[in-house]
Structures are given as structure tokens and as C-alpha cells.
């Protein structure tokens, strides 16, 4: 029983952490870029959502639209002014202007705010629906509702609409994008804003039950890499299917181990990950 | 051995310069000077990052977790000197040895992948182990973290009194570590990362074995980092798991030092840690209390500025600088000789 209520729990908060992972492998695949400060824009998300709660007593779950559309801007803004740069320099550049970046980004959080834990309170944070033994907490329940529907929008954006499917040409093959027509430069900043305004709705729409603070962002990075890796890097329903297995991972871990040790078993997963099936489970 | 008459003169001549601007500190400042342990820690991070160099700057494969090898060496010779009472240049020798050992389970997954999966893996790495050293508090001092026993002014147990021996010890460390990254940068091992630095595909048509080449490398980085560790340790005295195992503390500093000095290059790392700790002591020192993040502020806009302006570094740009002026000057000479 408890084995099963720890896997409930796990696949709940497995379809968060898919929206968190989905923006990465949404980059890599139409950009073969990973974005190192992916976590950071999640982070700012929170914060969005914190202050929309604190002076406008909007609900995160609400706010997470306008948070995805403010982040969205900031994604491009940066894809524009920075990544663009690098598109075509050394891997090791690109992956040392996102580490740049994140550092720039938990530096400012933490000039502008402190480095204080906040959280919201909201009226259904204690909440619990029960049957017989099993227990579904509520916000978990609704983080879990809200991320599957961003994902289902993200997916009929990317399958029927034709922006999504000039996106998902430049992912298969760049050059041949660009000789149909279509406007790299243009699917790299939607890519990016896409990417960073998905974490960010995924931060605030755990703030009902998640701390935030300046450096939040470190803590998701292994449950980020795991997603995206164990679903395969570039695959978007791979991140779902990845996501949900590390919740599952980590909750059931729990059970037999100190909470503290949960992400040593993310880890081992990701490492056998690497040895077994490098491409991911569905990955391309 | 080359014969007297063999010696280049003015190589020699720059040899000597070079060892009186280093031991230059020693004479200037005194032992309990501040500014000869910012000098120390020059040198310790020069070397370090000269260890971070060798995977990532010759073998182009990123590290953003060497902070698991440091963090692991400084533990490994502590732990041992605080249960057994081992000399810590033994510690030394086993924090290496812990050290290479454990990057071979981060390059064993993932060197035979292409692509990001070492940064990732090396990232995860740290970050794990810095879970473990918070967790097993018991053994490892957690966050409160470790102090490493005082047992007076001892070569025998790595512990001198003021800064001045550290400084020597710190700069015979650094000489070895250069020594040896010359010697890979100039022999097979070098060649073989610069091959599969240009190429993967043609490195492993000419029959470099690329996955044994960068398990090696990685080996022999993340010993001298682990090496490091221990004089880290034997040097500040105390080591928590948020310091030795951090991603800003250790692996970010690393890496930037050496982008900013120039990677694959040997001397990259020590005009990267000249600038960058004497840099990174002011600006902890103005900017206390709520400003403290303005350093790391300063750390990441530096970062992409050097990304984005000069990605090889410090040395190509006075190289090119260099040659530009000398070729304009010669420019001007042949003008002058036609005239």
C-alpha cells in the first residue's frame, strides 16, 4: 500500500518535472544547444508567480500564463541578444554562455530579493482527497492537471499548427528547413522562448507546495538531466515518459531510503541510463 | 642530456627570469602577509585549473563537476589523517589515486558518446557527492563541515606555520603540474586530443583510440585536481562539502580561469588565476552581507563577455595583438626600403 501510494505520488510530480525537462529537449532538438541556465528561467517563473500572489492575489496556477508569457519574452530576448551568437561557435562556448547566464541570473535574484525562502499560502495547500487508504494531495494533484494540459497544448502546437511543424523541420534537419523556406534564425527564438516560458508555468505551478529561492534552480538540474536523458535528448514525448519514471524513481526511493539520499538513486539512474540505452527511451 | 654547449641562452635567460618573478613574492611579503596567501592561492588554482585544462581545453571535453575530484581529494587525505594519522603527503597520493579512480565513472559512460553527455554526467557527479558529504555528516562534518587537526609546524604533517613554506610548496606543485601537461601537450597523449579535438571521425581514421585517449586524460586531470585538494585542505585548515564539492566555488572558477587565460594551453590557467583570485579576494571583501552575490554577478557578466568578445582567451588575444603590430611595423620598414 504504501509502495503504491509512493508510485501515485511519483507519477504526480513525474508530469511536473516533464514540463520542466520538455524546454530542454525542445532546445536541443531544434538547436542542438543545451541550455545550462534552463533551471535558472524555472526559478524566475517562481518568482513571477510569488509577487503576482503577493500583490495581485493572483493564484500561481492562474498566473502561470502570464508567467509562460513574460519569461517567453525574456527566452527570446535572449536568444536574440546572446545565444544567436553562438550558434555556430565551439560546443564549448555555447555551453559556458548558458553557465554565464545562470550565474547572472541567481546573482540578480539574489541582489534584488535575498536569499530568504518563500513560498505562497494558498487555501487548498493542505487538501487531500482519499480512497480508502490512498491519498491524493490536492496541489500535487492539480501541478499534475496543469502540467499535462500545457503539455497536450504544447503538443497539438508542435503536430497541427504550421509554425510547430516548421519548428520540428529545422529539429530534423536544419539545412533542408532553410531551403524549404523557412527562417532558422526565427525557429531558434521561439524554440528558446518556448523552452525558458515552459519551465517558468512549471515553477509556478509548483509554488503551492515548492520553496523558492535565488538557487532553487541547482536542485532541479539532476532531476532535469535524468528526464531529458532517460526519455532521449531531443524527444518531446520522451520527456514526459522520462519525467514521470524519475518521479516514480524518486518516490519509491523514499520509501526505503532518507529523503536526503533520493537523488544519489536519480543519479544511478541516469548513469545506467548512459551505459544501457544512451539515446533514451524514445529517443531519435 | 643536452650538452652545455646545446643550451639556447635566451631560453635559458627567460628560465631564470621566470623563476626570480616567482620566488619574488617570498622576498617582498612577509609570512604572515595577506598578500602572499592571495599568491598561494594563485598558484593552487593556476594548477588546478591547468588539471581541468587537460580534459577540456586539449581533450574539448567540457568538465562542469571537477569540484567531485577536488572535493573527494581533500577528503580522502583529511579523513585519513584525522582516523589514521597519515602524513598527508600520502593523503596526497591516495586523494589522486580516489581521484582518477572516480572519473573513470563519469568517462566510462559517456566518453563513448558524442555530445554533451560528459557535462552533464560530470555536473551530476558533484552535485551528487555534495548530497553524500551533506548527509553522512558523521563521517564527513556535513555543512557544519571538518577541521583538519593542528598538530603544530611539521613538514611531515603538511602544516607550516605562516604562509611563506605554502607559498614553495605551492609553487614546486605548480612547476611539477606544468611539467607534466608540457610533457602530454608534447607527447602522444597530446596529439592524440588535439586530433580528436579537430576531428572525432578523422582522429579514429588514423587509428587514435579517442575513448582510451580521453579516459586517460580524464584520469590524470582529475588526479591533479584531487592532488589539489589536498594541499587545499592542509592549507585553509577546515573543508565543508558546500565549498570543496561546489559548482560556483570550485568547478565554475576552474573552468573560467582557464577560458579567460586560453584553453589548451599550459599557461592559460596561471594568467587566468593571476587575474581572477585577486579579482575574486576584492570583490569578496567590498561586497559583504546582502551585496555578496555581486562577485558572482561580476563572474558570470565576465563570462559571456569573454564568450561572446574572446573565447580563446587572454594569450591568442595578445598573440594576435602581437603579431599585428610586428607585421604592420615590418609593413612600414618594406615601404620605407622601396621608397
Known amino acids: ?284 | 642530456m643536452k650538452r652545455f654547449s646545446e643550451v639556447n641562452p635566451t631560453k635559458c635567460f627567460g628560465f631564470l627570469f621566470l623563476v626570480v618573478l616567482f620566488l619574488l613574492p617570498v622576498f617582498v611579503f612577509g609570512t604572515k602577509s595577506y598578500y602572499l596567501r592571495i599568491a598561494v592561492l594563485v598558484l593552487m588554482f593556476a594548477g588546478m585549473s591547468n588539471g581541468w585544462n587537460l580534459i577540456s581545453g586539449y581533450g574539448n571535453q567540457v568538465s562542469l563537476g571537477h569540484a567531485a575530484f577536488f572535493g573527494l581529494g581533500a577528503y580522502t587525505s583529511t579523513l585519513l589523517l584525522k582516523y589514521i594519522g597519515l602524513s598527508p603527503w600520502l593523503g596526497m597520493i591516495a586523494a589522486g589515486l580516489v581521484s582518477g579512480l572516480s572519473s573513470l565513472l563519469v568517462g566510462i559512460p559517456t566518453f563513448r558518446l558524442r555530445g554533451h553527455y560528459y557535462a552533464l554526467a560530470t555536473l551530476a557527479f558533484a552535485e551528487v557527492l555534495r548530497v553524500l558529504a551533506l548527509y553522512f555528516r558523521h563521517f564527513t562534518g556535513g555543512a557544519v563541515g571538518l577541521t583538519v587537526p593542528y598538530l603544530g609546524d611539521s613538514f611531515w604533517f603538511f602544516q607550516f606555520y605562516g604562509n611563506r613554506t605554502y607559498y614553495l610548496v605551492g609553487l614546486f606543485m605548480l612547476f611539477m603540474t606544468l611539467l607534466i601537461t608540457y610533457r602530454i601537450d608534447r607527447g602522444r597523449l597530446g596529439y592524440q586530443l588535439r586530433a580528436l579535438k579537430n576531428s572525432h571521425e578523422a582522429a579514429e581514421v588514423v587509428g587514435v583510440d579517442t575513448y582510451r585517449a580521453k579516459l586517460k586524460a580524464n584520469f590524470l586531470s582529475a588526479l591533479i585536481t584531487g592532488m589539489y585538494g589536498t594541499f587545499y585542505a592542509q592549507f585553509q585548515f577546515f573543508i565543508d562539502a558546500d565549498t570543496v564539492l561546489g559548482f560556483w566555488t570550485i568547478s565554475v572558477k576552474m573552468a573560467l580561469m582557464t577560458i579567460l587565460g586560453g584553453m589548451g594551453n599550459i599557461w592559460g590557467p596561471l594568467i587566468g588565476a593571476g587575474i581572477l583570485v585577486p579579482l575574486d579576494e576584492w570583490t569578496n571583501a567590498v561586497f559583504t552581507g546582502n551585496l555578496a552575490a555581486v562577485s558572482r554577478l561580476i563572474y558570470g557578466g565576465l563570462l559571456i563577455a569573454l564568450i561572446l568578445w574572446q573565447p580563446r582567451g587572454l594569450l591568442y588575444w595578445i598573440y594576435q595583438s602581437v603579431a599585428r603590430v610586428w607585421q604592420r611595423s615590418r609593413g612600414i620598414e618594406k615601404i620605407g626600403g622601396n621608397g
Open chain 1, 1 to 284: 500500500m504504501e509502495l503504491l501510494q509512493a508510485m501515485i505520488n511519483g507519477i504526480l510530480i513525474g508530469g511536473v518535472y516533464a514540463l520542466i525537462g520538455v524546454g530542454l529537449t525542445l532546445v536541443f532538438g531544434v538547436m542542438d544547444i543545451v541550455n545550462f541556465a534552463q533551471a535558472e528561467f524555472m526559478m524566475l517563473g517562481m518568482y513571477i508567480a510569488f509577487f503576482l500572489f503577493q500583490v495581485a492575489g493572483i493564484d500561481p496556477i492562474l498566473s502561470s500564463l502570464i508567467v509562460f508569457g513574460v519569461v517567453f519574452l525574456i527566452g527570446a530576448l535572449v536568444q536574440k541578444g546572446l545565444i544567436q551568437r553562438v550558434m555556430n561557435a565551439p560546443m564549448v562556448s555555447q555551453i559556458f554562455l548558458t553557465v554565464g547566464l545562470t550565474m547572472v541570473l541567481v546573482s540578480t535574484t539574489q541582489l534584488l530579493f535575498g536569499a530568504t525562502f518563500r513560498s505562497v499560502t494558498t487555501s487548498y495547500q493542505m487538501l487531500a482527497l482519499h480512497f480508502g487508504h490512498l491519498q491524493f494531495s490536492v496541489p500535487y494533484l492539480i501541478a499534475f492537471g496543469v502540467s499535462i494540459t500545457i503539455y497536450f497544448l504544447l503538443w497539438l502546437f508542435l503536430e497541427r499548427t504550421d509554425l510547430g511543424r516548421s519548428m520540428r523541420a529545422t529539429a530534423q534537419n536544419r539545412s533542408a528547413a532553410i531551403l524549404v523556406g523557412i527562417n532558422d534564425k526565427k525557429m531558434y527564438v521561439l524554440a528558446l522562448g518556448l523552452g525558458t516560458g515552459l519551465a517558468a508555468s512549471a515553477g509556478a505551478v509548483i509554488l503551492p507546495y515548492a520553496y523558492v529561492f535565488p538557487t532553487v534552480g541547482h536542485q532541479y538540474a539532476l532531476i532535469m538531466f535524468t528526464t531529458v536523458v532517460l526519455g532521449g535528448f531531443g524527444s518531446v514525448p520522451g520527456a514526459l515518459l522520462g519525467g514521470i519514471i524519475v518521479g516514480i524513481i524518486q518516490s519509491v526511493s523514499s520509501v526505503y531510503l532518507p529523503t536526503q539520499l533520493q537523488n544519489l538513486v536519480v543519479f544511478i539512474a541516469f548513469i545506467i541510463t548512459l551505459v544501457y540505452k544512451p539515446a533514451g527511451l524514445l529517443g531519435r
